[in-house]
């Protein structure tokens, strides 16, 4: 049981700090989450000092990057909303702020996607077998709380509990 929180702790630590959403990224940590979630991604990965203190700077670097560009989305996004609330709205209007939001994404994913690679050049092999692991657990997520949301999730099955053996 303790192995499977621990699993589940260590899956949604890795992703804010590996594969974190871009709204995510864009937020800055708390000190003290910051510390948690590296000590546990630290300690799952088995990274040396030297690694660590890589993966910070890889992450501090992808924030600074991303934030701006998060920023921007969002005030596009409230551009939008307000031109399409006000009901009159000319639709090329509406497509360049719709191709604006859409290029930034792009820009986003193109920053996140080089954090990961980056990420990725500071491990060793094993260390990048690891993460991948939790990456695809991760990917997979969605679709499982989808699936529990549906009630279609097929129980665990566990092995019976070993006999008893008698006293002697």
Do not use: W
């Amino acid at each position: 049981m303790e192995r499977k929180i621990l699993h589940l702790l260590l899956t949604g630590v890795f992703l804010i700090v590996m594969a974190g959403t871009t709204g995510v990224l864009a937020q800055a940590p708390t000190p003290c989450d910051a510390g948690r979630a590296m000590e546990v991604v630290t300690r799952f990965l088995d990274l040396t000092e030297d690694q660590r203190e890589d993966f910070i700077s890889i992450l501090q670097e992808s924030h600074e990057a991303i934030k701006p560009l998060e920023e921007q989305r969002r005030v596009l996004r409230r551009e939008l909303d307000n031109l399409l609330d006000s009901g009159e709205y000319d639709l090329a209007d509406v497509g360049a702020l719709t191709e604006e939001i859409h290029d930034l994404g792009h820009q986003i994913r193109e920053i996140h996607q080089g954090m990961i690679d980056s990420l990725l050049t500071v491990m060793d092999d094993q260390q990048e077998n690891r993460s991948r692991i939790v990456r695809r657990a991760a990917a997979l997520q969605p679709v499982v709380n989808a699936y529990k949301a549906l009630g279609i999730l097929p129980p665990i099955v566990r092995p019976p509990a070993p006999p008893e053996q008698p006293e002697e």
